[in-house]
């Protein structure tokens, strides 16, 4: 029985999040009677295979093979059952965000087209942004407002990079991509949901290469290797790309000096760049699409060309470098002034294009004759002969899929959790909290704010008990450590290690810790070091600032990412807070790890200078984890990295080379 049990249990909090692929709007099925009378059936045929599976395992060997295949269909059944449960219970999608991620609020995104639509399109949702905000359901600063993808076999939602644009307004968009081709077929099963409600969200997944078919800001200080140089000098400088191009020696009319490796098989696009020709003259740049050879003399795509103090520009196509000159002529509204930004935005569909500068529309969904045609083709960059050339700079290339058919983006009822019904998160293994932060908020609901063991999540998947203090808003503890630990390095805050220790937070103490990396990159935000002096909660000295920003739960507070890679980090200021009201500005690094050579490689820390030095008797503190006169990870130990108290009356510390830490570590 107890088998059947768990794989019961692990399907239904798989299900928990519910199919709705059907759900598109105006199709909603809470209300279908059907629904209803099909989950009374189930469950009544459940209750009756329950009864016979039991009486079978009572019964002896001969019965297994009947056993296993009643198993078989009770797990069908329970997946039935799933199903129809969040056809008519929307919110426990929003539960399983909260307990898993922090979010109290979901809703799915519906995504209903005529077509099918590839995985590399990206989509476009519009959310009133500012609504959320004076409503106090969303940050100002956007961080919440996220997309998770879920798939039936992933069971687990999971968060996927989305770019905002016109944040904090009533039409804010959420620029995604799909992450498996949709069309009506697979698009049961499948979910985007759109969640916000987390006050301590830091920033979400957000990068560009992974929402547009093709982005680049050309922020990095060297080309990127997914562009090919072809012809000319080419170089990034201060986020912007830089072309010289010249005539070649075989003097062509149009050239290219540089495209996009990947982009041989796209089709119908969308591409918005700025472009900016610094030579006057008149100098003829302009940017290549349906780029299928980009080799000289061999140049076949279709060019976009401009002239530098004239109106015209044409789309002027290429076959085998047969050049079809100023053949689709178009007008800009002024002439190009050499040494300004423009923004110019492009679409090829089929056999047609058009164009935009400044948002003014220059060719209209212009037919390129037969003669001409390129199917499809990658962006390049590039210029006329001539012979001073071109000198042009490029910036913000973003491209996108295109599809001739209109998409509609739209967002389901908002489901918002109700924080009453966890009460008792944390208080077993099954139910574990993601910091005792959330317990403690909701327990606020509840009215009741017991200090104590509650259970923890160190892993998406497993939990540790430790000790909670709810009175100060949900400080989970993490570590303690009183007196000298040889290779504390080896543990500390990243295994859990004699977690019995952390059943109650005073000191001296055995050295305990949990492996915290998770709790503090996704569900904390501040460190705390406390006194051992409380048999109840944190102590009555301590110090606490901000969780460093770029922290991963993979190399946060993790030793044996070495010396050198932690010295290359950036140090920036942190504010440091005291018991005692006082404050004092810090540095820090995105692995929380001091890196001078000589202190033997600190943490958490926050130190007094960004080479990492330490001082006596000011707030910047760090956990000694390496003995004096031993090397690790590239780290010696001079003695002078044990900058934190070394007793419970010793605050902030009279000395850095204890080599005695003695201190409880808390996070929220
Ligand atoms: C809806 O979800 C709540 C919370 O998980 C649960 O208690 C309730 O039984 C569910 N209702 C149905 C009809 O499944
Ligand atoms: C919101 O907009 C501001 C101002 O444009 C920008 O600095 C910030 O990065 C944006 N936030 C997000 C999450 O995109």
């Keep these: 029985m107890l088998t059947v049990f768990v794989v019961l249990f692990q399907l239904s909090s798989c299900y928990a999040l519910g199919i709705s692929g059907a759900d598109l709007p105006g199709k909603r099925l809470q209300n279908h009677g059907e629904i209803h009378k099909a989950k009374n059936l189930i469950d009544a045929l459940s209750f009756k295979l329950h009864t016979k599976f039991e009486k079978f395992t009572l019964q002896s060997n001969e019965n297994l093979v009947q056993s296993a295949s009643i198993r078989d269909e009770l797990k069908m059944l329970n997946k039935l059952k799933g199903l129809l449960n969040d056809l008519l219970n929307k919110s426990s999608v929003c539960e399983k965000f909260y307990t898993n991620f922090d979010f109290t609020a979901a809703r799915e995104i519906l995504i209903d087209s005529s077509a099918s639509l590839q995985k590399d399109y990206t989509v476009a949702l519009q959310v009133n942004h500012r609504e959320l905000i004076d409503n106090n359901l969303a940050l100002a600063n956007g961080n919440d407002l996220r997309v998770y993808f879920r798939k039936d076999k992933d069971c687990r939602p999971r968060e996927i990079d989305r770019v905002l644009e016109n944040n904090a307004t009533t039409k804010t968009r959420v620029l995604f991509k799909l992450q498996e081709d949709l069309s009506k077929t697979v698009r049961d099963g499948s979910a985007y949901y759109l969640v916000y409600g987390n006050k301590d969200a830091g920033k979400a997944k957000q990068n560009p290469e992974n929402v547009y078919l093709f982005y680049d800001d050309f922020s990095d200080s060297i080309l990127e290797k997914k562009w090919q140089k072809n012809w000319g000098d080419i170089r990034v400088e201060n986020g912007v790309l830089k072309l010289r191009t010249r005539q070649t020696p075989t003097r062509d009319n149009g050239e290219i000096s540089v495209f996009i490796k990947h982009g041989h098989e796209w089709e119908d696009i969308e591409v918005e760049l700025d472009f900016n020709e610094r030579n006057t003259g008149p100098q003829y740049p302009g940017?290549?699409?349906?780029?299928?050879?980009?080799?000289?003399?061999?140049?076949?795509?279709?060019?976009?060309?401009?002239?530098?103090?004239?109106?015209?520009?044409?789309?002027?196509?290429?076959?085998?470098?047969?050049?079809?000159?100023?053949?689709?002529?178009?007008?800009?509204?002024?002439?190009?002034?050499?040494?300004?930004?423009?923004?110019?935005?492009?679409?090829?569909?089929?056999?047609?294009?058009?164009?935009?500068?400044?948002?003014?529309?220059?060719?209209?969904?212009?037919?390129?004759?037969?003669?001409?045609?390129?199917?499809?083709?990658?962006?390049?960059?590039?210029?006329?002969?001539?012979?001073?050339?071109?000198?042009?700079?490029?910036?913000?290339?973003?491209?996108?899929?295109?599809?001739?058919?209109?998409?509609?983006?739209?967002?389901?009822?908002?489901?918002?959790?109700?924080?009453?019904?966890?009460?008792?998160?944390?208080?077993?293994?099954?139910?574990?909290?993601?910091?005792?932060?959330?317990?403690?908020?909701?327990?606020?609901?509840?009215?009741?704010?017991?200090?104590?063991?509650?259970?923890?999540?160190?892993?998406?998947?497993?939990?540790?008990?430790?000790?909670?203090?709810?009175?100060?808003?949900?400080?989970?503890?993490?570590?303690?450590?009183?007196?000298?630990?040889?290779?504390?390095?080896?543990?500390?805050?990243?295994?859990?290690?004699?977690?019995?220790?952390?059943?109650?937070?005073?000191?001296?103490?055995?050295?305990?810790?949990?492996?915290?990396?998770?709790?503090?990159?996704?569900?904390?935000?501040?460190?705390?070091?406390?006194?051992?002096?409380?048999?109840?909660?944190?102590?009555?000295?301590?110090?606490?600032?901000?969780?460093?920003?770029?922290r991963k739960s993979d190399s946060l507070w993790t030793h044996s990412v070495g010396r050198t890679t932690v010295s290359k980090a950036r140090m920036y200021p942190v504010t440091v807070k005291a018991w005692n009201g006082k404050e004092q500005v810090c540095y820090q690094n995105k692995y929380g790890i001091l890196p001078l050579s000589y202190h033997g490689g600190s943490y958490p820390s926050a130190t007094h200078n960004t080479a990492g030095n330490t001082r006596v008797k000011d707030y910047c503190m760090s956990v000694g984890v390496q003995k004096t006169g031993t090397t690790a990870d590239g780290w010696t130990q001079n003695g002078n990295g044990y900058d934190s108290a070394r007793s419970d009356s010793d605050w902030p510390n009279s000395q850095y080379n204890h080599v005695s830490p003695y201190v409880t570590v808390w996070l929220k």
């Design 287 to 550: 940017p290549f699409l349906r780029v299928q050879d980009a080799r000289i003399q061999s140049t076949t795509a279709w060019w976009f060309e401009y002239q530098t103090g004239s109106k015209y520009c044409t789309m002027r196509p290429f076959k085998n470098n047969k050049d079809g000159s100023w053949l689709y002529r178009g007008t800009l509204t002024k002439p190009l002034s050499a040494g300004s930004w423009y923004h110019a935005k492009y679409r090829v569909v089929g056999d047609r294009f058009s164009h935009w500068v400044n948002n003014q529309l220059i060719h209209n969904n212009v037919k390129v004759s037969r003669q001409w045609m390129i199917t499809k083709g990658t962006l390049g960059l590039g210029c006329h002969k001539s012979n001073i050339g071109c000198h042009t700079f490029y910036d913000n290339i973003k491209i996108t899929k295109y599809v001739p058919v209109s998409v509609s983006v739209s967002l389901g009822t908002e489901c918002k959790v109700d924080l009453k019904k966890f009460h008792g998160l944390g208080t077993s293994e099954k139910n574990p909290a993601t910091s005792c932060k959330q317990i403690h908020d909701v327990s606020l609901k509840d009215g009741k704010l017991d200090n104590g063991v509650y259970w923890i999540k160190t892993s998406a998947d497993r939990s540790v008990r430790t000790y909670c203090d709810l009175t100060n808003g949900g400080w989970t503890l993490v570590g303690k450590v009183s007196g000298f630990v040889n290779k504390l390095y080896k543990f500390w805050l990243i295994k859990n290690y004699k977690v019995v220790a952390l059943n109650n937070p005073a000191l001296p103490s055995k050295v305990g810790c949990i492996n915290a990396r998770y709790l503090a990159t996704y569900h904390a935000s501040t460190v705390m070091f406390s006194s051992g002096d409380n048999q109840n909660g944190i102590g009555s000295k301590w110090v606490q600032w901000p969780l460093p920003q770029g």
